[in-house]
């Protein structure tokens, strides 16, 4: 199957099998990718990346999903501004995610930031952030390196810097 | 390195009429959702045998949600987020719950009902909670030239080992949720059922009372290797009760459903045993609770 996606900004011709998925499409079949993520059944949350803005496991996303998809993986994500906010609330926090989930807990404390301003437009059941539902929707990723007052002491901080830089923007 | 692996050809039908004629040309073709229950099994990739697919994601019919003053409906694409978002006031409060316990946002953004009812060898907390509610679920048997449907109750879905009794061919299209409200409602839930399936256990339960006197109790055990459990007789045995259940009662409740159990023959473990009649004993305890609070 021939699809056209964007990865990390470059537009890709691939030819896989329709039923590949992404986390072996990023490792086998794009070139220069520094993607590492071999676990294929959603169990390890190593693997995620945001597909249209939204994260998403990649070992779930099977390729004929990618027509005309971007994908940005972390080596994407760590060239936005976005990024910054929260290297620094890993540095505010001193603690960072060890170096084998360090790209799966940024991307998915990356796409729980971006439900911060919506969370305040819209009341959904499925909004409400608080410390525990912080701490739940890092453990898709089961590695356990982070402590729980750690996650909630880094997304707080990371929170503040986006909120930030919305203020800035407005 | 994958060689001699075969690339399964992926249909996607636009509407009802062009998923009728993609079924009945293909007629070994899977049905993919969310896909995320598909592509979490261990053999999922590679692998030799890939059947074709027809990916259910373009139909606009199946990711309908209607609301009148009786029901909700939902199409069975519906994502478990979307019907989230869909607020509290109008959703049952223990199937806001069991929506809230499945997996994470993420999978929540991914994963549909209509999937979720499906999972073949995993039965999932949400089918026990929309079968106390009562919920219907429209079944629609694509075996070209027509397409005929029916409505069942949640409940009829499964077996007593918890498995699909859907025939081939046959699909889940719409989703329908009551406004009838219970006295009392309460979903317990332990262990995910992805990572330690045998140790896994839900529990939805509601109940109503009219000047203390139960008139309405129904509850489901799913486990997700381990069936799913409607125990009528102890049900009916509720029913009639004047509230608060003694302790000894509710010990010889919960000893007959450990019985009951067993005598369903479903492999269920020990934990799972436990659990089930520790989630009995606090539900009752809470239900007396409740009504007591309200006397
Ligand atoms: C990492 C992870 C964590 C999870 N955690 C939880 C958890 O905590 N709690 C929980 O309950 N579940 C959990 N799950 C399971 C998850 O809920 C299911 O994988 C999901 O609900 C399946 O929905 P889907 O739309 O992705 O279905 P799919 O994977 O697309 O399909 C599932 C099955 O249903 C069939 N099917 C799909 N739609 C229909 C239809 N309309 N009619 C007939 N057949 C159909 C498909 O052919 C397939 O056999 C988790 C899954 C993952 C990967």
């Known amino acids: 199957m021939k699809i056209e996606c964007t990865i990390d900004g470059k537009r890709i011709l691939l030819t896989v099998n329709s039923n590949k998925p992404l986390n072996s499409i990023l490792m086998e079949d794009v070139e220069q990718s520094n993607f590492n993520a071999k676990c294929s059944d959603g169990n390890c949350g190593n693997c995620v990346v945001l597909l249209n803005d939204t994260a998403v496991l990649s070992c779930l996303i099977p390729a004929f999903r990618l027509r005309n998809a971007h994908v940005l993986t972390f080596e994407g994500y760590r060239r936005t501004r976005f990024w910054h906010d929260i290297e620094r609330a890993y540095e505010d926090a001193k603690s960072h995610p060890c170096p084998l989930c360090h790209a799966s807990k940024t991307l998915i404390f990356e796409s729980l930031l971006r439900t911060i301003g919506k969370t305040e437009e819209k009341e959904s059941t499925d909004s409400n952030l608080d410390d525990e539902a912080v701490v739940k929707e890092l453990g898709l990723n089961r590695c356990m390196c982070l402590e729980a007052n750690e996650i909630i002491e880094i997304f707080n901080s990371a929170a503040n810097y986006r909120r930030r830089r919305r203020v800035r923007r407005n | ?27 070994n073709a899977i049905y993919w959702a969310g896909g995320t229950y598909i592509m979490s099994r261990h053999d999922y990739y590679p692998t030799k045998d890939s059947n074709d697919i027809i990916s259910l994601n373009e139909i606009p019919d199946l990711k309908r949600i209607n609301r009148t003053d009786r029901y ?84 009829k879905l499964y077996d007593r080992s918890g498995a699909l009794t859907l025939d081939k061919h046959e699909m889940i299209t719409r989703v329908r949720i009551g406004f009838d409200r219970e006295d009392f ?61 003694s302790p000894n009662h509710i010990a010889r409740l919960a000893k007959m459903l450990g019985e009951a159990i067993d005598n369903s023959h479903v492999t269920v473990s020990l934990l799972q045993k436990e659990r089930a009649k520790r989630f009995f004993e606090v539900a009752l305890h809470q239900l007396n609770t409740q009504s007591l609070i309200e006397r």
């Open chain 2, 1 to 27: 390195m994958y060689e001699g692996i075969r690339s399964p050809a992926i249909h996607v039908p636009k509407s009802m009429t062009d998923l009728l004629s993609a079924t009945s040309r293909f007629p």
């Open chain 2, 72 to 155: 909700l409906e939902i199409g069975s694409m519906v994502t478990i987020s979307q019907l989230l978002q869909i607020g509290k006031q109008v959703l049952p409060d223990p199937l806001t719950q069991t929506l809230q316990a499945l997996g994470t946002r993420i999978i929540r953004n991914q994963a549909t009902i209509g999937g979720s009812l499906c999972t073949g060898d995993l039965r999932l907390a949400i089918s026990g909670t929309l079968a106390v509610l009562r919920t219907e679920i429209e079944i629609k048997k694509l075996d070209a030239p027509r397409s005929d449907s029916r409505w069942i109750t949640t409940g």
């Open chain 2, 185 to 245: 409602s309460i979903f317990l839930s332990a262990g995910n059922p992805m990572y330690n399936p045998q140790e896994s256990v839900n529990l939805a339960l509601v109940c109503s009372y009219n000047q203390s006197v139960i008139t309405n109790f129904r509850f489901c055990f799913t486990m997700p290797t381990g069936g799913f459990h409607q125990f009528q007789d102890i049900e009916v045995l509720a029913r009639g009760t004047m509230l608060p259940f």
